[in-house]
C-alpha cells in the first residue's frame, strides 16, 4: 500500500541499523516528545534494533496524560450536568479522574459521545438543538485548528448550543520546561512530525540555539524514525547540535499558515495545567474573548471537588522522562491496561501502555524480546 | 401489519401468525414445523451412521449487532455462522440450531423477514437445520431493535481431539485468510465512514472448510475463530491455556488494504479487529503444507498462509516478529477498541 510499504521496507531499514550502530560511539539518550512515535517505537520492536549506546526515554505527547486530574474532573463534572452531550475523542473515555471516569459516569447516565471529528461534535449539537453539547478540546496544536474552524463554523450557522471546553497544551514551552527541569539529560531530541507539520519546523530552532541539543523532525513509519534517529546520532557525534527535518513530505520551515490562523483566530495563549509539570506559563490555549459564547468554562458553573492524584503512581514523572514505566512500583502488578491506575497506562499512546503492551510487564520477557 | 406490537409477544393470535407467516415458510425444519413445545429429532448417530464412541459438541451465543444489516451480513447471518463455527472450531459436524429473538417493540416486520430469510440461507449454505425458536417482544427501548441467540448441536467423529490446550512448541500456525474485514465493515457501516464500498464483512460458516482440513490431516491440534478481539486476542487465550508461546511473522499476517487503510487512519491494530469468516488453526509441522493446501482449496481459506509458530518459550505470550525485523509483544485486548486523538 502506497505511503506505507515503502517506509516499513525491511531492506532499507536494516541499512539505516547498520548505519546507526556504526556511527553511534558514544552513550547518549534520546527522547521521542510525541506519543505516537512511542507507539511506533514499539510496535516496530525498534528499540530492540538500537545499539546499546542509544537510550530511549518517552517525553510528555500524549495529549490524555498531560491532562491535569483537575482538567479531567471538570470534564466529568460538566459530562454529568442535566441535558448535556459531552462529546469527545475516545481515548479520554477510560482516563481515570480523581473519583470517576467519563467511561463510568457514561454508565451512570451521563450522555458521552466518542467522535471522530468536532465536525461530529458540531452535527450533534445541529441535531440536538435544545440540549448543550460540549466538545472536550484535548489535545496538541494538531487537534487545535480544526476545533477552531468548528467554532467558526458554529458561529457562521449561528449554532448557539455548542460549547468548547478547551484544554489544549503547546509542545514547544512544556519541552523547555522538561529541559529547564534539568532532570533528563538529553542529548537530542526527536520531534513531534503532525505538531511540527502545522507549527513549522522553525518553532524547534530554540532547541540547538539556547540548549546545544539537536532535534530531529520525524515521520512515523519506521525508516522515517530510524532515519530520525541515525540523523540525530550522526549529529551529535559530529558535535552539530540542529534542526533538521526528515519528515519533508509533512513538513514545512513556516509549517502551516492556514491552520496556524485558525488556531490563533479563535484561541489565545494562555497558563496550563500539566499532569507531573504543574502551571506551565504560555503553554496552553483558551478561547478568545471574542468566542467566549463557545466557552464552556463560561457556561457551566460546576465544582468537581478538590482533585486527588492516585497514590503511588508515576505517570507525572514518566512524562517528564524522569523515571521509565518499570521503575513504578504499581507497573504491571497493581496498573495493567486492564485496571489502570494513571492515564500514562489507559491512553493508546501512553508510555506505560506502550511499555505493557508491546515489551511486556515481566523483566524476563523484555530481555527476552532483545536476545 | 408491518411493524412489531407487543401484542406479538402475547402468546395469543398475533404470535401464532408471525410464526405461521413470517419464520415458518423461511425455517421449514419437520421437527420445527410441528410446533410442539421441543424439537424430537433423529438421534444424530443414525443420521451420520457414525461408530457408537462419538461424542456431541453443544453451544450457545447471543448476537448483538448495529446496524443490523452491513455490507457483506445482517444479524440473522452472523447468528447462524458464529454458532455453527462455534462447534466447527471444536472439530464438530453441525447439524441442529435453535434460535431466539428478542423484538423492540416496533421493529419493522419486513425487518424481520429479511434477518430470517438470510438465517434460513446461511443456515443452508451451512448444511443445518433450525429445529427449534422462541419469540420475545420488549417494549421499545427495552432491547436494540433485535436481538437474536443461536444454540447449535454437533458430533465430534471419533479420533478428533481439537482444543486449545493442545498447542505443543514446533507446531505450526495457519490462518485461513485476511483479518479485520468484518468489524472495519460494521464499523464503518455505523460511523457513516467514506470508504465503506470497499469493505465487505467475512462472516461465514466454516464447518465446510473444517471438514476439508479434517479429511486432509489428523493432525489439528488447535482450531479457533477469531471474532471479538481479533486474532491476537485467539492466539493469546491458546498460548494460555497451551502454556505455551506463539510467534507470528508480521509480514505473513494478511490484512486486505482497504482494512489496513481504515485502521491506520483510525488508530487500529488489525491484529484486534474482530472476524467472522476466519479460522485460525494450529497443527503439526509436518502436515502443515498439506493442510494449507486443502484449506486453499475452500472458498473460505483461498489467502489462507501460515503465519508462525508455536515456540517453548516464554510461556503463556504471544510474539510479533515485525516487518523491519524487530520483534514485541501482542498482548491481549483491554477494554474497547476507541478512536484516537491525533
Known amino acids: ?36 512515535h512511542t507507539v511506533s517505537i514499539f510496535k516496530h520492536g525498534i528499540r530492540q534494533l538500537l545499539p546499546p549506546t542509544i537510550e530511549m526515554l518517552s517525553g510528555p505527547g500524549c495529549p490524555v496524560c ?5 482538567d479531567l474532573d471538570w470534564a466529568i463534572a460538566v459530562a454529568r450536568e442535566p441535558e448535556v452531550i459531552l462529546t469527545t ?25 466518542v467522535v471522530y471529528s468536532t465536525l461530529d461534535a458540531l452535527q450533534i449539537a445541529r441535531d440536538n438543538p435544545d440540549r448543550p453539547v460540549v466538545f472536550l478540546g484535548i489535545g496538541f496544536e494538531t487537534t487545535a485548528p480544526t476545533i477552531a474552524a468548528s467554532v467558526l463554523q458554529a458561529e457562521a450557522e449561528g449554532v448557539s448550543n455548542y460549547y468548547i471546553l478547551s484544554m489544549h497544551k503547546l509542545t514547544p514551552p512544556a519541552t523547555k520546561a522538561i529541559l529547564d527541569s534539568g532532570e533528563s539529560h538529553l ?18 530552532e530554540f532547541l540547538p540555539r539556547d540548549y546545544g541539543l539537536s532535534c530531529v523532525i520525524a515521520g512515523f513509519e519506521p525508516l522515517d524514525i530510524l532515519q530520525g534517529i541515525y540523523t540525530l546520532v550522526d549529529g551529535i557525534e559530529a558535535a552539530q547540535p540542529e534542526v533538521t527535518n526528515v519528515y519533508s513530505r509533512s513538513v514545512r520551515p513556516e509549517g502551516n499558515e492556514t491552520a496556524l490562523e485558525y488556531m490563533y483566530r479563535v484561541f489565545e495563549v494562555c497558563a496550563a495545567d500539566w499532569r507531573g509539570m504543574g502551571e506551565v506559563p504560555a503553554s496552553g490555549l483558551k478561547l478568545r474573548e471574542r468566542y467566549h459564547q463557545f466557552d464552556a468554562r463560561e457556561r457551566f458553573a460546576v465544582d468537581p471537588g478538590p482533585s486527588v492524584e492516585p497514590p503511588g503512581c508515576l505517570c507525572g514523572d514518566v512524562i517528564r522522562g524522569a523515571k521509565t514505566p518499570p521503575e513504578c512500583s504499581l507497573y504491571g502488578k497493581v496498573c495493567t491496561p486492564h485496571h489502570p491506575v494513571g ?14 503492551l508491546y515489551a511486556g510487564e515481566q523483566d524476563s520477557v523484555r530481555h527476552n524480546l532483545r536476545s | 401489519m408491518d411493524k412489531i406490537l407487543l401484542a406479538h409477544g402475547s402468546g395469543g393470535r ?29 438421534p444424530l448417530a443414525t443420521t451420520l451412521v457414525l461408530p457408537d464412541s462419538h461424542r456431541l459438541a453443544f453451544t450457545t451465543d447471543g448476537y ?3 446496524p443490523l444489516f452491513f455490507h457483506g451480513g445482517d444479524i440473522g447471518r452472523l447468528a447462524v455462522c458464529g454458532t455453527v463455527n462455534d462447534l466447527a472450531m471444536v472439530g464438530a459436524t453441525p447439524f441442529y440450531l435453535s434460535a431466539g429473538f428478542v423484538i423492540e417493540e416496533g421493529l419493522g416486520l419486513g425487518i424481520l423477514r429479511q434477518v430470517v430469510a438470510s438465517m434460513k440461507d446461511s443456515a443452508q449454505e451451512a448444511g443445518v437445520e433450525i429445529v427449534a425458536g422462541d419469540t420475545k417482544v420488549v417494549e421499545r427501548g427495552g432491547a436494540d431493535e433485535l436481538f437474536i441467540s443461536t444454540a447449535g448441536l454437533g458430533i465430534v467423529p471419533q479420533g478428533v481431539d481439537i482444543s486449545g490446550s493442545n498447542a505443543r512448541p514446533g507446531d505450526l500456525v495457519i490462518l485461513s485468510g485476511a483479518i479485520g474485514d468484518h468489524g472495519i465493515a460494521v464499523l464503518s457501516e455505523r460511523e457513516g465512514l467514506a470508504f465503506k464500498a470497499e469493505l465487505t ?24 475463530d477469531p471474532t471479538r478481539g481479533g486474532l491476537a486476542t485467539s492466539l493469546n487465550e491458546i498460548a494460555l491455556q497451551s502454556g505455551v508461546g506463539i510467534r507470528i511473522e508480521e509480514g505473513k499476517v494478511p490484512v486486505h488494504d482497504a482494512v489496513r487503510a481504515a485502521c491506520e487512519m483510525l488508530g487500529y491494530d488489525p491484529l484486534y479487529v474482530a472476524n467472522e469468516g476466519k479460522l485460525v488453526a494450529i497443527v503439526a509441522p509436518d502436515e502443515g503444507e498439506r493442510i494449507l493446501e486443502a484449506m486453499r482449496a475452500d472458498p473460505h481459506g483461498g489467502e489462507a498462509a501460515i503465519i508462525g509458530e508455536v515456540i517453548a518459550d516464554p510461556k503463556s505470550k504471544v510474539l510479533l516478529r515485525t516487518g523491519i525485523g524487530g520483534t514485541r509483544i501482542v498482548d491481549m485486548l483491554a477494554g474497547e477498541m476507541l478512536p484516537r486523538i491525533c
Not at chain 1, 475516545?90 to 451521563?110: F, Y
Not at chain 2, 398475533?14 to 421449514?28: G, Q, T, V, W
Open chain 1, 1 to 36: 500500500m502506497r505511503y506505507l510499504d515503502e517506509f516499513r521496507d525491511p531492506v532499507l531499514a536494516a541499512a539505516l541499523v547498520e548505519n546507526i550502530h556504526r556511527r553511534s560511539t558514544r552513550p547518549i539518550r534520546l527522547m521521542e516528545f510525541c506519543g505516537t
Open chain 1, 66 to 70: 498531560v491532562t491535569a486530574n483537575a
Open chain 1, 89 to 113: 475523542f475516545g481515548d479520554m473515555l477510560r482516563v481515570p479522574g480523581s473519583r470517576s471516569s467519563l467511561e463510568k459516569a457514561k454508565a451512570e447516565g451521563a450522555k458521552v459521545r
Open chain 1, 187 to 204: 542529548d537530542g531530541i526527536i520531534g513531534p512530525g503532525h505538531v511540527t507539520t502545522v507549527i513549522g519546523s522553525q518553532s524547534w
Open chain 1, 343 to 356: 492515564p500514562c497506562m489507559v491512553s493508546s499512546e501512553g508510555t506505560c501502555g506502550a511499555y505493557y
Open chain 2, 14 to 42: 398475533l404470535s401464532h401468525d408471525l410464526i405461521r407467516d413470517l419464520f415458518l415458510p423461511h425455517f421449514a425444519a419437520p421437527a420445527l414445523a410441528k410446533l410442539d413445545d421441543a424439537a424430537v429429532v433423529e
Open chain 2, 64 to 66: 448483538v449487532v448495529k
Open chain 2, 201 to 224: 464483512s467475512d462472516v461465514a460458516p466454516l464447518n465446510h472448510l473444517v471438514a476439508s482440513m479434517l479429511k486432509a490431516s489428523s493432525q489439528l491440534h488447535v482450531l479457533r
